[in-house]
Protein backbone atom coordinates (compact mmCIF):
# COMPACT_ATOMS: atom_id res chain seq x y z
CA UNK A 1 0.00 0.00 0.00
CA UNK A 2 1.50 3.13 -1.10
CA UNK A 3 1.51 6.45 1.26
CA UNK A 4 1.25 9.95 0.27
CA UNK A 5 4.21 12.23 1.82
CA UNK A 6 3.57 15.32 2.25
CA UNK A 7 6.56 17.56 0.49
CA UNK A 8 8.52 19.70 3.18
CA UNK A 9 8.36 23.16 1.06
CA UNK A 10 4.03 23.17 1.48
CA UNK A 11 4.77 23.82 4.76
CA UNK A 12 7.88 25.93 4.17
CA UNK A 13 8.37 29.43 6.27
CA UNK A 14 8.04 31.65 3.03
CA UNK A 15 4.43 29.35 1.84
CA UNK A 16 2.95 30.46 5.77
CA UNK A 17 4.37 34.30 5.01
CA UNK A 18 1.94 34.33 1.88
CA UNK A 19 -0.30 32.31 3.18
CA UNK A 20 -0.49 35.29 6.38
CA UNK A 21 0.08 38.00 4.04
CA UNK A 22 -3.45 36.77 2.15
CA UNK A 23 -4.88 36.21 5.14
CA UNK A 24 -4.14 40.48 6.76
CA UNK A 25 -5.20 41.10 2.82
CA UNK A 26 -8.64 39.67 3.39
CA UNK A 27 -9.33 40.69 6.56
CA UNK A 28 -8.48 44.25 5.74
CA UNK A 29 -10.90 44.45 2.81
CA UNK A 30 -14.00 42.51 4.79
CA UNK A 31 -15.58 46.30 5.95
CA UNK A 32 -15.74 46.99 2.32
CA UNK A 33 -16.51 43.40 1.24
CA UNK A 34 -19.43 43.89 4.01
CA UNK A 35 -20.47 47.79 2.80
CA UNK A 36 -20.86 46.23 -0.78
CA UNK A 37 -23.17 43.26 0.03
CA UNK A 38 -25.28 45.30 2.28
CA UNK A 39 -25.57 47.89 -0.75
CA UNK A 40 -26.31 45.51 -3.20
CA UNK A 41 -28.19 43.24 -1.12
CA UNK A 42 -30.47 46.73 -0.79
CA UNK A 43 -30.53 47.67 -4.44
CA UNK A 44 -31.94 44.65 -5.08
CA UNK A 45 -34.81 45.20 -2.79
CA UNK A 46 -34.93 48.97 -4.53
CA UNK A 47 -35.15 47.14 -7.56
CA UNK A 48 -38.73 44.90 -6.84
CA UNK A 49 -40.00 47.97 -5.01
CA UNK A 50 -39.72 50.08 -7.79
CA UNK A 51 -41.35 47.61 -10.02
CA UNK A 52 -44.57 47.26 -6.99
CA UNK A 53 -45.70 50.65 -5.84
CA UNK A 54 -48.54 50.75 -8.54
CA UNK A 55 -49.94 54.70 -9.13
CA UNK A 56 -48.07 56.02 -6.41
CA UNK A 57 -44.73 55.36 -7.84
CA UNK A 58 -44.35 59.34 -8.39
CA UNK A 59 -44.74 59.67 -5.13
CA UNK A 60 -42.20 57.48 -3.40
CA UNK A 61 -38.65 57.49 -3.59
CA UNK A 62 -36.33 54.85 -2.27
CA UNK A 63 -32.71 54.73 -1.22
CA UNK A 64 -29.73 53.03 0.96
CA UNK A 65 -27.68 53.94 3.44
CA UNK A 66 -24.80 52.08 4.69
CA UNK A 67 -22.15 53.10 7.36
CA UNK A 68 -19.08 51.13 8.23
CA UNK A 69 -18.68 49.69 11.56
CA UNK A 70 -16.01 49.01 13.85
CA UNK A 71 -16.69 44.65 13.30
CA UNK A 72 -18.61 45.48 10.08
CA UNK A 73 -21.48 47.52 8.80
CA UNK A 74 -24.93 48.14 8.33
CA UNK A 75 -27.38 49.37 6.37
CA UNK A 76 -30.76 50.66 6.09
CA UNK A 77 -33.50 50.66 2.77
CA UNK A 78 -35.48 53.88 3.27
CA UNK A 79 -39.04 54.59 1.26
CA UNK A 80 -40.37 58.00 1.69
CA UNK A 81 -42.89 59.94 0.17
CA UNK A 82 -42.46 62.61 -2.07
CA UNK A 83 -45.66 64.28 -0.48
CA UNK A 84 -48.85 63.86 0.65
CA UNK A 85 -51.64 63.57 -1.49
CA UNK A 86 -54.88 65.57 -0.28
CA UNK A 87 -58.03 63.69 -0.79
CA UNK A 88 -61.17 65.85 -0.84
CA UNK A 89 -64.75 65.09 -0.95
CA UNK A 90 -67.79 66.65 -0.98
CA UNK A 91 -70.23 65.59 1.82
CA UNK A 92 -73.76 67.03 3.37
CA UNK A 93 -71.60 68.82 5.32
CA UNK A 94 -69.48 69.94 2.72
CA UNK A 95 -66.14 69.25 1.68
CA UNK A 96 -63.97 67.10 3.26
CA UNK A 97 -60.09 66.63 3.10
CA UNK A 98 -57.54 63.90 4.43
CA UNK A 99 -53.98 64.10 3.91
CA UNK A 100 -52.67 60.77 3.03
CA UNK A 101 -49.16 58.94 2.65
CA UNK A 102 -48.79 57.65 -0.96
CA UNK A 103 -46.20 54.78 0.44
CA UNK A 104 -48.57 53.85 3.37
CA UNK A 105 -51.66 53.23 0.40
CA UNK A 106 -48.97 51.50 -1.58
CA UNK A 107 -47.82 49.09 1.04
CA UNK A 108 -51.47 48.80 2.82
CA UNK A 109 -53.72 49.73 0.67
CA UNK A 110 -57.26 51.10 2.47
CA UNK A 111 -60.75 49.68 3.43
CA UNK A 112 -61.87 46.05 2.37
CA UNK A 113 -58.35 46.02 0.13
CA UNK A 114 -56.21 46.44 2.85
CA UNK A 115 -53.39 44.20 3.83
CA UNK A 116 -51.18 43.43 6.34
CA UNK A 117 -49.35 40.44 5.76
CA UNK A 118 -46.45 41.42 8.36
CA UNK A 119 -49.07 42.33 10.82
CA UNK A 120 -47.81 45.55 11.42
CA UNK A 121 -50.07 47.05 14.38
CA UNK A 122 -52.36 49.61 13.45
CA UNK A 123 -52.88 48.89 10.30
CA UNK A 124 -55.89 47.12 8.32
CA UNK A 125 -59.33 47.91 7.12
CA UNK A 126 -60.76 51.24 7.52
CA UNK A 127 -57.52 52.70 8.43
CA UNK A 128 -57.82 55.30 6.18
CA UNK A 129 -57.73 58.77 8.00
CA UNK A 130 -61.20 59.12 8.99
CA UNK A 131 -62.56 56.02 7.47
CA UNK A 132 -65.43 54.34 8.82
CA UNK A 133 -66.04 52.52 5.77
CA UNK A 134 -63.54 49.83 5.85
CA UNK A 135 -65.67 46.76 6.79
CA UNK A 136 -68.60 47.78 4.98
CA UNK A 137 -68.17 44.39 2.70
CA UNK A 138 -70.34 46.14 0.01
CA UNK A 139 -67.99 49.06 0.22
CA UNK A 140 -69.17 52.50 0.13
CA UNK A 141 -69.88 55.47 -2.31
CA UNK A 142 -68.71 59.22 -2.71
CA UNK A 143 -68.63 62.09 -4.35
CA UNK A 144 -66.09 64.10 -5.86
CA UNK A 145 -65.66 67.88 -6.22
CA UNK A 146 -67.41 67.92 -9.19
CA UNK A 147 -71.22 66.40 -7.73
CA UNK A 148 -70.07 62.74 -9.57
CA UNK A 149 -71.13 59.29 -7.22
CA UNK A 150 -67.83 56.66 -7.10
CA UNK A 151 -68.21 53.56 -5.89
CA UNK A 152 -65.16 52.19 -3.53
CA UNK A 153 -64.09 49.33 -1.86
CA UNK A 154 -60.38 50.56 -0.77
CA UNK A 155 -57.06 50.69 -2.60
CA UNK A 156 -55.70 47.74 -3.20
CA UNK A 157 -52.13 47.57 -1.45
CA UNK A 158 -49.08 46.76 -3.90
CA UNK A 159 -46.87 46.44 -0.68
CA UNK A 160 -43.27 47.80 -2.30
CA UNK A 161 -41.24 47.39 0.81
CA UNK A 162 -43.01 44.10 1.63
CA UNK A 163 -41.75 42.14 -1.89
CA UNK A 164 -38.63 44.45 -1.85
CA UNK A 165 -37.86 42.02 1.90
CA UNK A 166 -38.86 38.75 0.24
CA UNK A 167 -36.68 39.40 -2.30
CA UNK A 168 -33.39 40.49 -0.43
CA UNK A 169 -34.37 37.25 1.42
CA UNK A 170 -34.06 35.24 -1.40
CA UNK A 171 -30.68 36.93 -3.07
CA UNK A 172 -28.74 37.35 0.51
CA UNK A 173 -26.52 34.19 0.03
CA UNK A 174 -26.25 34.69 -3.79
CA UNK A 175 -24.75 37.94 -2.53
CA UNK A 176 -23.11 37.21 -0.39
CA UNK A 177 -21.17 34.07 -1.96
CA UNK A 178 -20.09 36.56 -4.47
CA UNK A 179 -19.13 39.44 -2.45
CA UNK A 180 -17.15 37.28 0.34
CA UNK A 181 -16.24 34.82 -2.05
CA UNK A 182 -13.49 37.76 -4.05
Sequence with gaps: ?????????????????????????????????????????AESGIFVAKQSVG?????????????????GCKGVLFASNTGIIKSEWRTQDGVKTADVSPLLMAEFGSGMKAENPMNVPGVGQGTFPGGTHGNDPSGWWWMDLD????????????????????????????????????
Design 147 to 182: GEWHHSRGVTPTMPMYHASLEMITKVQSIARRVFGQ
Design 1 to 41: MAKKVLKANVFSPSSIQELQKQLRDYKNSLNDKCEQFVREL
Design 55 to 71: NFGKYIIFSVKTEKEKN
